[in-house]
């Protein structure tokens, strides 16, 4: 087992996407896998985790363990200054500061780590997974998950880029017609919400794991938390089931559990397609009046990404045109998700 020291020295001699010592030692021993069954291994996220996924696979394949290998995948859109929905370059709160959100589940040994509004650090799945392998609790947020992980080797740093600290100035600007900025509409488009990247993969023992990044909704209130880093909402795994995750808008995502509900639905049966489809009905059930137009349909996005113990996988979205990441042994692509919703 790693102690505390090891695992700074390691931190400090490494760079971000291998801070981590290998896998779970500080683990309680892992549950039985698959059993008899073989699975087919697969790895299944949001659309921009389409390198991700390919790494995770590779990974998986050479025998990783599927946390380390899915963390992997999404340190890449993490460390990333280009993605604005996640790590680096996210785009920022209403204050123009960055704050990260992220949770992690490791099924063999049915542990979970999350972090909420951690500032400075480029890497939050890290963390949660630091606070899984080195905590006896499940959450850190704000300045106390920022304390942690520096205790933990992580390097802070400035996360706001060029590119995102001048949109937000542009929302800033447009908030109020007649402040003294003056408003430049043509532009660009101000982006109101941001991508999030979620990941969930199974191997060939059947054993699986899931993780969810994001900088979160743009130009938030000041300390909000999305879905992304609550267990059961952001993202959830059950190694007896599958696991599952989400994108899109957080506050309707916290109201039902998407992500432990959809697990739920494949361990009532359901394939991961048909059991995300159903925890978007829920979401339409839960949402209040003003988000909803004269359809019935809500004003806002979300998606669910579901792999289940057997490799089967699938993504559901409200409207129809999204799609979701995919490896496995046919290599790296974008699939549609199955909609609720048709366009127009
Ligand atoms: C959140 N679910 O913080 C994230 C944001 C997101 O596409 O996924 N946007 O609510």
Same mark, same amino acid.
């Given at each position: ?128 997974? %630091?606070?899984?392998? $080195?905590? +006896? =609790?499940?959450?850190? &947020? ?7 992980? #520096?205790? *933990? ?23 109020? %017609?007649?402040?003294? $900025?003056? +408003? =430049?509409?043509?532009? &660009? ?7 999030? #990247?979620? *990941? ?145």
């Amino acid at each position: 087992m790693p102690t505390r020291r090891d695992f700074l020295s390691t931190a400090a001699a490494a760079g971000a996407a291998s801070l981590l010592p290998r896998d779970a030692a500080a683990a309680p021993a892992a549950l039985p896998s698959a059993g008899t069954r073989r699975a087919r291994p697969v790895v299944v996220g949001s659309s921009n985790g389409i390198r991700g996924v390919k790494l995770a696979y590779d990974r998986i394949a050479a025998g990783d363990d599927t946390l380390d290998a899915i963390i992997a995948g999404v340190n890449i859109t993490e460390l990333d200054p280009d993605d604005q929905s996640v790590g680096l370059g996210g785009l920022p709160n209403a204050e123009g500061v960055v704050q990260l959100d992220a949770s992690c589940m490791h099924g063999p040994t049915r542990r979970a780590g999350a972090v909420g509004c951690l500032e400075d650090i480029a890497t939050p799945s890290l963390v949660a997974k %630091a606070v899984m392998d $080195y905590t +006896d =609790h499940v959450m850190l &947020v704000g300045e106390g998950a920022r304390k942690f992980a #520096i205790e *933990m080797g992580f390097k802070p740093q400035d996360l706001l880029t060029e590119r995102s600290r001048q949109d937000w100035l542009r929302w800033k600007s447009r908030l109020n %017609a007649n402040d003294a $900025y003056l +408003d =430049h509409d043509a532009d &660009v488009a101000i982006k109101f919400t941001t991508g999030t #990247i979620n *990941m969930n993969a199974v191997n060939a023992g059947g054993d699986i794991s899931s993780v969810t990044t994001t900088s979160g909704m743009a130009w938030k209130v000041p300390g909000r938390v999305g879905d992304s880093p609550i267990v059961g909402a952001g993202q959830y795994c059950d190694n007896l089931v599958g696991a599952a995750g989400s994108t899109g808008r957080g506050e309707a995502n916290i109201k039902v559990c998407g992500a432990f509900l959809t697990v739920e639905f494949m361990r009532q049966g359901l394939a991961p397609a048909q059991a995300a489809l159903k925890t978007l009905e829920r979401i339409v059930a839960m949402t209040e009046a003003r988000l909803l137009d004269a359809r019935g349909r809500p004003r806002f996005d979300i998606q669910f990404y579901a792999v289940a113990k057997d490799g089967r996988y699938g993504g559901a979205t409200l409207v129809d045109g999204a799609s979701f990441a995919v490896c496995d042994e046919r290599g790296p692509r974008l699939e549609k998700c199955v909609a609720l919703y048709q366009r127009g």
